[in-house]
């Protein structure tokens, strides 16, 4: 049986699976899911993941859930390319505390403000105050500040001169608040020199198809099925509000 990935790229968690079978060549079978539209509740999706989150994977018998040791198990199995995550002491502890630091920091600030700019008021037709995303702005800028000046600071990369685990998760997390149309790259230049380091390492092509849809977002809102989105209004409320 290939190797299954449960994916919908507007996650951002998911992209950098995506991002990262993609560019290590890891034959997969893509099971694309919509999440806004539930399907990460459906019965048989819960057999591969009862946290009910995406990625999830499934490789034979074994089914895993969560981004990170997706990609550190897909590394360790498909014997990727060291610099992805290093065997060096220090630069192993590199990668890895980044991608401790961000559960906590940039994964959510990003997050939060793609459902307040966007599917929040677009798709469930809740007004936002002007205070709560002004605040979501203010947590997302400082975890910005923390990315440039302590993680990649004047490196080419977060853990050196090769691009790794800890890039991708960082870059897909950028992009996600550009999806809604903050440009995240006016006024920071070290910022848009790594993201287009990164671009190159990955592939641009890769990168570009990896990100369409995100970034087509805005365009893309009001075609959007609203109705199943609906059932889950509560929770994500509760979630972001
Ligand atoms: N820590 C997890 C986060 C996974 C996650 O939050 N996935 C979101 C999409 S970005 C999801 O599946 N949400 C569906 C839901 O909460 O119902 C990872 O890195 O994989």
Known sequence: MALELYLDLFSQPCRSVYI????????????????????????????????????????????????????????????????WYPTDLRRRARVNEYLSWQHTALRPHGSKLFWLRLLIPKILGVEVSQDKMDAALDDLNGSLKLLEEKF??????????????????????????????????????????????????????????AHRGVLASQENVGTMDASKLQQFKPKILKMFM
Not at 39 to 64: S, T, V
Not at 68 to 77: D, S, T
Not at 164 to 172: E, G, M, Y
Not at 174 to 196: E, K, N, S
């Open 20 to 83: 990262f079978a993609k560019s290590n060549n890891i034959p997969f079978e893509f099971k694309r899911m919509s999440l806004l539209e539930g399907e990460q509740h459906k019965e048989d999706f819960g057999k591969i993941n009862m946290i009910r989150k995406a990625p999830a994977i499934r490789d034979g018998d074994f089914c895993l859930a969560e981004s990170i040791p997706i990609m550190m198990y897909l590394a360790e199995k498909y014997k990727t390319p060291e610099h």
């Open 152 to 209: 990649i600071q004047d490196r080419p990369f977060i853990a050196g001169d090769r691009v790794s685990l800890a890039d991708l998760v960082a870059i897909v997390e950028v992009m996600q608040p550009v999806g809604c149309g903050l440009d995240v790259f006016a006024g920071r230049p070290l910022l848009g020199a790594w993201r287009d380091r990164v671009t190159v390492a990955v592939g641009k092509e890769l990168f570009d198809e």
